[in-house]
Structure formats: structure tokens, C-alpha cells
């Protein structure tokens, strides 16, 4: 879907250096810095309270960043507003999927394309399409209301929305989040198949590590505002330090747990 | 019968009125969370301009469209120089803003003309019988262009990408920004409606309420009760509820006393309000608990 | 006293954080209120006519916006309709004045009276509204009042009510607009000396705190609604003294000088001087009325044949500017320029410690003395009596639902007194919820929470801070317009009783307010924050924030106390401190019952575990079988379907519970 956007092998989609935001409080980011390129998929992995949130809102203009930069396929978009970071290509699915409530699946579809309301018809229902494609249940839904959606369908609903601006790269808050086990793992395959199939750029941050190591191709662990932990997914899963971080020392880690 | 019949009517006209505005109270409120008390000064305003544009000579049609122009402005100017100069406007301190603004503007009317009420030239003269109720043709096209109007409202919200782009802004402002709605923008298109839908209920009422200086504050206030009954969200529900209130109010004036006419807007506010009085807590730093 | 809620916002007013300790804002008091006397007994002396007589009318409507300044800045409500108040004040006046010949002051008496009642009723039924529905609900009110005012007989309809004498008050008649000014002084200064007092009694604090975070001023139990009446009610008191005056200055009340516009002067008085202090309305209502006088002279000028109400034009404008450019007043601008002027004495210790902290990452630690037991429990007047005698919390069949999803399922709690029941689950699984509807922030959709026997679910959370229980929040919900000292003394508001009138007369409270100082400091010196006491809390590391919470929680000596993720983003050496202290509250036989993230540290320190997933309890047990628990592993770790160990242990979970996603 965004493989037409980039020519392969101009750098980075996203160069993030330096980061902070904020000081002395609850989800402070102290100095972080990471690259996502195209057709990789990053997971971001930590506690609660370790800043994961607070580093997406960063990213996509939510939220200002005290230092630092982030570069948005080489365009520099450290702290721009959200509306424009969007515009340049930043699609952000955020935590509670905040799906448009009272408005239909199909006008939640078109809104997500609001940045490109100047363009052809022709473009933007071919993505439609090819949306609908990735999440059958959503074709079946198109005028309801999206407020009356399960839990799984509104997270399917607001990645097809960050979709449809046909953006650089995606961030993802916690998608799995209230989800039941077969949900995620579908909703986690379709985003294997973006980066895989249409060499899209993925960021996800996630609690639910085990779901999220099986996707991802590199792991960064955060635990208070920064990095303690990056490193190609597999070697991340032999880590010991994952399972202290999440769970405290002693926590019998599922591999070994024989007690 | 022919009374009652005749109240109505006159309520349901004057409710139309009521509900056009009340639709600008909405377009403003959902997008931005602002309660807009200027509403009213718009509608006087529009009067009080095509009144004198017409007096100077202007054929009726021209001197409608200058003042609506003049109101757009108006309303623009406002957003931008007021509105927009806060971040982080909350509700309360917007109605505090947009009196200062209201009184400012009733203040202009009086110093620019006077104290006296005027009428704008109805668009057709003359009455109408039907069936024994004497119905006065500008009160028809009151309701005509009153529902051409809202329909016109309705489509633009519906079927607009810019239009769901200020739905999408009230449904869920986060989501809005992600996906390149600038609310700021969002927010000064909605005081253009609120703009224009107050030059053209001035525009349709001065022929029979009067325009004067200080006329926006009962009509302003009359129509952000229809508003509210409508839960101030909803378009459809603002026209309701103006109708409602409008006939209300005539049958009072009519059956009771017509100097309590202003009260039953008042008391239905409280009584509303009261009724949906709601809990829950204002928390420090507006974090969930 | 700060606007935060009115959103008029007011910088934090530095008395406030004196009117703790009340002899350093009684002294700054008393000086203010001598040098304004001494200002209003000369200004006849030096005024020119047309100055006194504009004076006579801003001293009058002072009166008013005194009411209204305490009103916005105090109980963070606004009023667009006081102009009804001072007419229901005026009228009466009037009316017993001409109509039935009663003495003046008697009629007063009744004046304010029948206004008071009139207030107590709409405030009754308006309260209850969120602020901005309040505020117009009040201007449909004031609109009321003129438009009976206007229509009825009894009131004199268009024409009003006329012929009311000057004040005639032993023998002497003050007609003059020097006497009279002279005779509303003292008034003026009466009022706001009560104001004062009410500002820094314990009534003041506790309003103070709900414009902060007005969930945590309930949760320490504060009756925030008969609170913000009382003040309603009281502000509608000075509107009719000042209405009464009115009538017997102008000898005419018709509704023309109680209208809506009157009511925008009395809201422009109160906000241009500022609602950080009662003083600005003062201050306003000499600054509006000079103001208008101002343009009532410039504008016909200008636009020549001009008539009517044309200083409206400027009022209007400063009104919308002062939203923009200065929402705190003139009192904003009185702060800046002395903060100017003084020399940069802000690095303080706290400020440097926290600028080191950001540095490097890391906090001071907290040094939490260890203290016996015996002497907790002494601080903290615990009710022995309690403990040991069954359960403090029976919370049973919880269940709540936001939108179509269920946050919480028929849960079931029991606490006793001298144990640690911790609440662990992952992200999302209902915990804080749960606590939301033990504390009474949010209503269950079923069940019941009793609290020592009392019926707790569903009723405000003072009621179950009145229970002898207490609870912190996820987020700090520190009130930051406070020091330190300052926020625990709200903690010990149910420790004191000085309610209304105690607050405004000021001395039958002294005794209780210096009892609850001491109290604080005791407990403040318990924690080892001394040296932090008179450190706005804003100041303070987030860490430092955490402890101030809970101390603040522990202040009013409760046995059940309730803490949301203590631990969240406290350092290693802070969270050994925190579970010390929990270890000792413990033996002084409280119950603590707390939510965390660091399941290491709390399966360490409770006796008990509850396990919360997707608002059900899937575990309630000590912590040892908890951690083998594989649903309890599984939930933390995310499931994989491929796991058969996991999804066997899941799927007998699966079958008892019911279906929760609607399609899947």
C-alpha cells in the first residue's frame, strides 16, 4: 500500500535522536533514539509507566518534545502539531483505538483519508478496497455505526483508517488491548502482512510481548523513560532481563516455568 | 379553535427562528466546546445593517446580502481575534469571553443606531387566510427558508468531506488531529455557519420582531434554550426544540399573559438543565482517575 | 482561593498557601484592611463631586462583587444573573421601607433573609450543574427576576418602587454623598473582613482543594455540594446588602436597575480585579465604575446624541480582554510586578532538587525514619477498637460497564483490619475501576460496598471518607495551589467542624484550626518531609508528590486506606521505603488494600493477592500459589493460542465465564 510512496533505499522512514519529553513527572522520556525503515516492523515493549505512550504522542505531534528530533522520511517534524505530522505521512493508531463513534465504518474509512480529499476518486477507493481486502469483517460493517463495534472490530477499523491516508510509516498504542487471544492474533497477522507484503513501516507498542516478539523483526524495551533493551526480536526473547523488567525478579519466566 | 390554530402557527414560525439559531449554538459548541453568547448579536446585527443599506436606497435582495457579508466578518473576526487567542479555552471561561464580546457588539448597535427598534422591509408583504387563521406571507417564508436552510445544514454535515471533518472533530477530537483535522481551522468554520445562520434568522425576523440593539439578547438566549433541549449536539434536535419552545411561548402569551412571554424560555432553561444535571468529578490535570 | 475551576484561571495566590498557618494572612489582613479604611475616610475629603458620587455607587456594587469574587474564586461557580439577588434585596427593602414603614435595619434584616432563602433554593435545585450550565442557568434566573420585577403590580411593574428615604439612623439622616459614603464603608470592610475569614477558614481550604482536583478534596471528605451552597448562599447575602443600599441611596428600585447588564458589571468587577483575592473586587469596583464614568463622558463626544448604556462598550471589550491577555485581574499584575521587583529567591532547595533530578534521571531518595509502631499509631489516632473485630470492607458482586464493555464482573473483596491486600492485573483489567466504585468516584451497575457496616456504593466519595477510610490515585491528584502543610491539612478536614459561620467570624475556629496544623506537621515530620512543609507541592519531585498523597490520605486517621499504584515511578530505594512505611501501618492495624504494577515488590509485602483480569477476579489467594498460578501467568504474559499448558488452563476459565465480545 505505501510501497508507492518511497523509492527503496532512501534511508530511514523514521530517525528518531535524542529524544525527551517532559521532566520530573509520570512518563518522561530521557534521551531516545531509534530508526525505522521501510518493510520492518519495530516493537517497543515495557512496563506500564516505562513512557511508551508518551513516546508515540511524541511522534505524532500529540504531544512536544522537550529535545530532540524526528525525521519523518528525512522531513524534519519534531514538534509539529499532530494535523500536520498526519498530513506528512505519519498515520498513529492510538491507545482505546478512538474510532469516530457516532459516524459509520465508511465515513471512519473516509475520514482517515481526509488528508487526501484533493486527490482522484480512483486512488483512495482502490485503498479502500484493498482495506477491506485486509479485514473482511469490516466490508460486511460498512453502515454501522462504529460505536456499536466489538472491541476487535474498532482496532481493526482504526488501523484500516490509519491505512487509508496511505501513510510512510504506522504506530500502533496497545492494539491487543481488551482483546481476546484469537482477535490479536489476527489482528497481528494482518500487520505482519503490511510490513511483509507491502513493505509498509511499522511501529508497535505493546504489553502483550509474547504476540508482539512473534511479529516483530527488532525489539526495543523500555522501562522508565528509556532504553534498557534493543536487539533483533529473537535474541530479545532468550533475555533474561524482558521478564524482570515486566515482572520482577524470581517471576518464573514461561519457559522455564516448572514450578 | 381558530385562536389555537393561530398561536401555532405564529409559535411555529417564531420557533423556526429560534431553532435556525439555536443551530449555530451547535455548529460552534460540538467543534469546539464553545458557548458562543455573541449568537444573538449576529441576528441583531444582520437587521439592523440590511435596515440601513435598504434605507439608503439598496434594493432589498443586495441590502440582505450586505449584511449577511457584514455578519460573516463579524463572526470571523471574532474567532480569530478572541477565540483563537486562548489555548485551551474551557467552556466556562468561553462564556465569559463571548459576553464580553456580545456586550461590546450590543454596545456598537446603540452608539451606531440608537435606541430605537426598527423593521426591515418584509420580502413579500401581506397576509394569507387559511382556514380562518391569518397567516402573514413573510412568517411562510420564515419556514420555508427555515427548512430549505437545515436541510441545506444537514447535507453539508452528511454527505461533505469537510463537513464529517467538523463531525469527526466533536465525535472525537484526538482521533480528528490524527488523522489531519486541524481543529483551529474546524473551529473558525463553524463560527462561519454560526455567522450566517444568525445574519439570516436577522434577516428573516426583523420584519416582525423589530431590530434594535439590545434585541440579540432574548432572541441569543431563547435559542441557546433550543439548543439545549435539543442536548446541544444535535441539529435536528435544535430545530425541535426551537419549535417547541416557540410554541410554548405563544400559547403562554396568548392564554396567560404576554409579559410572561420571556419568562417560559427561562424557566424551561432551568427546568431542562435541572433535570439533566449531571455528576462526576473535575480532576487535577484532567487525567483519568 | 484560585479560580482553576471558574477557567477564568488566577496565578496561585501566596496568602492562600499563608492562610494555612492564618496569623501570617491575618497579619497581611489586618494591615490591607486599615489602609483601605484609611483610603475610603479620606476619599471624600480629597473627591471631587462627580468622583463621590460615582464612588458612592462603587462602593455599593463592591458589596456585590465581594459576594460574586468569593462565589467565582471560591467555590469556582459562576453567576450571570447576581443582578437578581441584589433586585430581590432592593425591592424588599424598598418595599417594607415604603409600603409598611419598617425600621431600616429591620427591614434589612428581612431583605437579606428573603434573599438568603431565594438562594438556598436555587442553589438547592442549580448546583448540581456542571459549571458552564450553572452559569446560564443563573443569567436565565437574573432575567426572571426583572421580568416579574417588570410585570407585576406588587413591585410597581415598569415604574418600581419610589420615594424610599435616606438612611435616618439614630437621629441623623445621611444624604449626602459623603455620609452615605461613609456610612457603606464600614459595610464594605465588614464584608471583607467575613470574606477573608472564610477564605482562609477551613471551609476556604476545603473549597480551595476541589478547585484543585475536586475528586480528591471528596475522597478526604469534603461534602463538596452543601460546600459550594453555603458560599452560593452566602455570595446572594452580600448582593442583597449591597441591593438594600442601593435603594436607599437612589430612593428608586425599578427593574431597569436590576437588570442584565448589572449583572455583566457585578461578573466584570469580580474578574478585572481578580478572583485570586476578594480584595480585586473591591479594587474592580472602583476601577469599572471610574471606567465608565470615563466613557459615559467620551463617547457622546465622539458620537454625538448618543444615549443609554454606551460604557457598555467598554466593558465589553475589557471583559474579552482580560480573557485573553489577563485572566487573573489586576491582582495578576500586582503579583508579577512585586514578584519582579523581589529578588530571584525561587531556588530553593526543592527547586534545585528537582532540577538535579531531571538531570541525572535519578531522585533524592526519601528518608522514611523508622518509627515504632506505638508511635504511628498514636499520630494517627487510630480507633483501636475497631481492628480485630471482622472485616473493615465487604465489597460484594461489583459489577460496572462503560459503553457496551464490561470494566468489572461480579467481584467479590473482603479486607480486614491489620492486613495488605494487593490488587494486581494486567493494563486495562478493571482495578482502578474497582477502586473508583469502592470509594464512591463511580456507581456500580450491581452490588454493594460496605465500609465498617455502612452502605458506601453509589453514595459521593465523602461518604466513605466519613467511614473512617481514605484513598490515593493513579495520577497524584495533588492540589497545587497548596504547600505541602497545606495539602495534609485538607487530608484532616473531617478532624475539624468549623463550618460556616465559625468560618467567618474566624475566632470561635482558632483553637480547632491550630490543633490541625499541629496535627499535620506531626504527621509530616512522621514521613521525614519537615523540611519540605512549606514547599508548594507543584515544586516537589514526583516521587515526593506520591508520599505527600499518601500522608495527606493518612491524615484524617483512617482504617481502611486504599492506594492506586503507590510504587509507579518511584526508584528502587524509594519503593523499599514506601513498603516499609505500608509495613508499619499494617501493625498499627490498618488495612491497605493497594493496586501495583511491581509484582515483585508486592508479592513480597501483601498477605494477600486478588488477580484482575478483564474485570473479573481469576485469583484471590497469598501471594506464593499466586505466582505459580498459571492464569495469572498467562494473563500477564499474553497468550498464545499455540501453548497448550496455558490454553487448557484458559479454556476451563473460558467455559465459566461469560461471553464478553459481542461478534468474536
Known amino acids: 500500500m505505501s510501497s508507492a510512496r518511497l523509492a527503496p533505499g532512501t534511508g530511514p522512514v523514521l530517525y528518531v535522536e535524542g529524544l525527551r519529553v517532559g521532566y520530573g513527572k509520570l512518563g518522561v522520556i530521557t534521551g531516545i533514539g531509534f530508526e525505522l525503515a521501510q518493510g520492518e516492523l519495530v516493537a517497543i515493549l515495557g512496563a506500564n509507566g516505562a513512557g511508551k505512550t508518551t513516546l508515540l504522542r511524541a511522534l505524532s505531534g500529540l504531544l512536544r518534545p522537550t529535545a530532540g528530533r524526528v525525521l519523518l522520511a528525512g522531513h524534519d517534524v519534531t514538534g509539529m502539531p499532530a494535523e500536520r505530522v498526519a498530513a506528512r505521512g505519519l498515520a498513529h493508531v492510538p491507545e482505546n483505538r478512538l474510532v469516530f463513534p457516532s459516524m459509520t465504518v465508511d465515513e471512519n474509512l473516509s475520514l482517515g483519508a481526509f488528508t487526501r480529499r484533493r486527490e482522484p476518486r480512483g486512488a483512495v477507493s482502490a485503498d479502500r478496497d484493498m482495506t477491506l481486502e485486509l479485514f473482511p469483517r469490516l466490508a460486511s460493517r460498512l453502515r454501522q455505526r462504529a460505536g456499536t463495534l466489538s472491541g476487535g472490530e474498532q482496532q481493526m477499523l482504526a488501523i484500516a483508517r490509519g491505512l487509508m491516508a496511505r501513510p510512510l510509516a504506522l504506530v500502533l498504542d496497545e492494539p491487543s488491548t481488551g482483546l481476546a487471544p484469537v482477535v490479536v492474533r489476527e489482528i497481528f497477522e494482518a500487520l505482519a502482512s503490511l510490513r511483509t507484503r507491502h513493505g509498509l513501516a511499522l511501529l508497535l507498542v505493546e504489553q502483550n510481548a509474547r504476540a508482539a516478539l512473534k511479529i516483530a523483526d527488532r525489539v526495543i524495551v523500555m522501562d522508565r523513560g528509556s532504553v534498557v533493551l534493543h536487539g533483533d526480536a529473537s535474541e530479545v526473547l532468550q533475555d533474561s532481563r524482558v521478564q524482570t523488567v515486566y515482572l520482577g525478579s524470581g517471576y518464573p519466566s514461561p519457559a522455564n516455568a516448572s514450578t | 379553535m381558530t385562536d389555537l390554530l393561530q398561536l401555532l402557527f405564529a409559535g411555529i414560525s417564531q420557533g423556526a427562528l429560534y431553532g435556525l439559531l439555536a443551530i449555530g449554538f451547535v455548529a460552534v459548541f460540538t467543534v469546539s466546546g464553545v458557548i458562543n ?133 466533536a465525535d472525537q477530537p484526538i482521533a480528528a488531529r490524527l488523522v489531519g483535522i486541524s481543529r483551529s481551522r474546524a473551529t473558525l468554520l463553524s463560527f462561519a455557519i454560526a455567522g450566517l445562520v444568525g445574519a439570516v434568522v436577522g434577516v428573516l425576523a426583523s420584519p416582525i420582531s423589530l431590530s434594535a440593539w ?14 439545549t433541549l435539543g442536548g446541544l449536539v444535535s441539529v435536528r434536535g435544535a430545530l425541535l426544540g426551537g419549535v417547541v419552545l416557540g410554541v410554548l411561548e405563544s400559547l403562554t402569551a396568548g392564554y396567560l399573559d404576554s409579559g410572561f412571554r420571556d419568562a417560559v424560555a427561562f424557566l424551561l432553561l432551568i427546568l431542562v438543565l435541572g433535570i439533566r444535571a449531571r455528576g462526576g468529578f473535575t480532576v487535577a490535570g484532567g487525567a483519568r482517575v | 482561593m484560585s479560580s482553576a475551576t471558574t477557567g477564568v484561571t488566577g496565578p496561585i495566590d501566596d496568602v492562600r498557601s499563608a492562610a494555612v498557618t492564618g496569623w501570617r494572612a491575618r497579619r497581611g489582613d489586618a494591615v490591607s484592611l486599615l489602609v483601605l479604611a484609611a483610603a475610603l475616610a479620606a476619599f471624600p475629603l480629597v473627591a471631587s463631586t462627580t468622583l463621590l458620587n460615582a464612588g458612592v455607587y462603587a462602593l455599593i456594587y463592591s458589596i456585590a462583587a465581594i459576594g460574586l469574587s468569593l462565589l467565582m474564586g471560591l467555590a469556582g461557580q459562576v453567576s450571570l444573573g447576581h443582578a437578581g439577588f441584589f433586585a430581590i434585596g432592593a425591592y424588599t427593602q424598598a418595599i417594607l421601607v415604603t409600603r409598611y414603614g419598617t425600621h431600616l435595619l429591620l427591614a434589612l434584616l428581612a431583605a437579606v433573609a428573603l434573599t438568603l432563602v431565594s438562594a438556598f433554593l436555587v442553589g438547592l435545585f442549580l448546583l448540581r450543574l456542571r459549571g458552564h ?18 410585570e407585576s403590580e406588587y413591585t410597581g411593574a415598569t415604574s418600581g418602587i419610589f420615594g424610599i428615604p435616606k438612611p435616618l439612623i439614630n437621629g441623623r439622616t445621611y444624604d449626602s454623598p459623603a455620609e452615605f459614603f461613609w456610612l457603606a464603608a464600614p459595610v464594605v470592610l465588614i464584608g471583607l473582613l467575613l470574606a477573608r475569614n472564610l477564605v482562609t477558614s477551613r471551609l476556604g481550604r476545603a473549597l480551595s482543594a476541589v478547585n484543585d482536583s475536586e475528586v480528591a478534596a471528596e475522597a478526604l471528605g469534603v461534602n463538596t455540594f452543601r460546600m459550594r451552597l453555603q458560599v452560593f448562599v452566602v455570595s446572594a447575602g452580600y448582593a442583597a446588602v449591597a441591593g438594600a443600599l442601593f435603594a436607599h441611596w437612589l430612593t428608586v428600585v425599578s427593574p431597569d436597575s436590576a437588570n442584565f447588564p448589572l449583572s455583566v458589571t457585578f461578573l466584570l468587577m469580580a474578574v478585572l480585579g481578580g478572583l485570586g483575592t476578594v480584595w480585586g473586587a473591591v479594587i474592580g469596583a472602583f476601577a469599572v465604575q471610574g471606567l465608565g464614568e470615563i466613557l459615559r463622558n467620551l463617547i457622546p463626544r465622539i458620537v454625538p446624541d448618543v444615549t443609554g448604556e454606551v460604557q457598555l462598550l467598554g466593558f465589553g471589550i475589557v471583559l474579552a480582554a482580560l480573557v485573553v491577555f489577563l485572566p487573573g485581574g489586576l491582582y495578576e499584575l500586582w503579583r508579577r510586578a512585586l514578584r519582579a521587583l523581589r529578588p530571584r529567591r525561587q531556588t530553593s532547595m526543592a527547586a534545585l532538587s528537582a532540577a538535579s533530578a531531571a538531570k541525572d534521571g535519578g531522585e533524592p531518595p526519601v528518608d522514611i525514619p523508622t518509627l515504632r509502631a506505638a508511635a504511628i499509631e498514636e499520630a494517627l489516632a487510630v480507633d483501636r477498637r475497631v481492628s480485630g473485630r471482622g472485616p473493615l470492607l465487604l465489597a460484594r ?29 494486567p493494563n486495562g483489567a478493571g482495578k482502578t475501576t474497582l477502586f473508583n466504585i469502592i470509594s464512591g468516584v463511580i456507581s456500580p451497575l450491581s452490588g454493594t460496598v460496605t465500609v465498617r457496616g455502612r452502605r458506601v456504593d453509589g453514595r459521593p466519595p465523602h461518604v466513605f471518607a466519613s467511614a473512617h477510610a481514605a484513598r490515593t ?25 468549623a463550618g460556616l459561620l465559625a468560618g467567618g467570624l474566624a475566632v470561635p475556629a482558632i483553637r480547632e484550626e491550630r490543633a490541625l496544623e499541629r496535627h499535620a506537621r506531626r504527621l509530616i515530620d512522621l514521613v521525614g518531609m519537615t523540611k519540605d512543609t512549606d514547599t508548594p507541592v507543584q515544586d516537589l519531585p514526583f516521587g515526593r508528590q506520591r508520599l505527600v498523597e499518601i500522608t495527606r490520605a493518612l491524615a484524617a486517621g483512617p482504617d481502611l486506606l486504599l492506594l492506586d499504584e ?33 509484582v515483585e515488590a508486592v508479592l513480597a509485602l501483601a498477605d494477600r493477592v486478588a488477580v484482575l483480569e478483564e474485570g473479573s477476579l481469576i485469583a484471590l489467594d497469598v501471594p506464593g500459589r499466586v505466582r505459580q498460578d498459571p492464569a495469572v501467568i498467562a494473563a500477564y504474559l499474553g497468550t498464545d493460542d499455540d501453548d497448550d499448558e496455558v490454553a487448557a488452563a484458559l479454556q476451563s476459565d473460558a467455559a465459566d465465564s461469560p461471553q464478553r465480545m459481542p461478534g468474536e
Open chain 3, 473 to 497: 490515585f493513579q495520577t497524584p491528584q495533588m492540589f497545587a495551589s497548596m504547600t505541602v502543610l497545606g495539602n495534609v491539612m485538607v487530608g484532616a478536614h473531617l478532624r475539624g467542624h
Open chain 2, 37 to 169: 453568547l455573541a449568537q444573538g448579536e449576529f441576528a441583531a446585527l444582520a437587521g439592523l445593517v440590511a435596515i440601513s443599506a435598504s434605507a439608503s436606497g439598496l434594493p432589498l435582495v443586495v441590502a440582505v446580502a450586505l449584511s449577511l457579508l457584514v455578519v460573516l466578518a463579524v463572526s470571523l473576526t471574532m474567532e480569530r481575534l478572541t477565540v483563537r487567542q486562548v489555548p485551551g479555552l474551557t467552556t466556562l471561561q468561553s462564556i465569559i469571553l463571548t459576553l464580553g464580546v456580545s456586550t461590546a457588539l450590543k454596545a456598537v448597535m446603540l452608539i451606531g443606531w440608537g435606541p430605537d427598534a426598527a423593521g426591515l422591509a418584509p420580502i413579500t408583504a401581506g397576509t394569507i387566510e387559511v382556514a380562518g387563521v391569518s397567516i402573514r406571507s413573510q412568517e411562510l417564508w420564515i419556514l420555508g427558508i427555515a427548512v430549505a436552510l437545515t436541510l441545506l445544514i444537514q447535507w453539508f454535515y452528511q454527505s461533505t468531506a469537510v463537513g464529517q471533518s467538523l463531525r469527526a472533530c
Open chain 2, 214 to 227: 439590545d434585541s440579540g439578547l432574548t432572541l441569543g438566549l431563547k435559542a441557546f434554550v433550543a439548543a
Open chain 3, 566 to 598: 503507590p510504587m509507579a515511578g518511584l526508584a528502587g530505594p524509594e519503593r523499599r521505603a514506601l513498603s516499609d512505611l505500608l509495613r508499619q501501618l499494617r501493625a498499627a492495624g490498618l488495612a491497605v488494600v493497594l493496586v501495583e504494577h511491581d
Open chain 3, 133 to 150: 450550565y450553572l452559569a446560564l442557568a443563573t443569567l436565565g434566573f437574573g432575567i426572571m427576576v426583572f421580568v416579574v420585577a417588570r
Open chain 3, 397 to 425: 458482586g461489583i459489577s460496572a460497564r462503560f459503553g457496551g464493555v464490561v470494566a468489572v464482573d461480579d467481584v467479590d473483596l473482603t479486607v480486614s483490619p491489620g492486613e495488605i491486600l494487593a490488587l494486581i492485573g
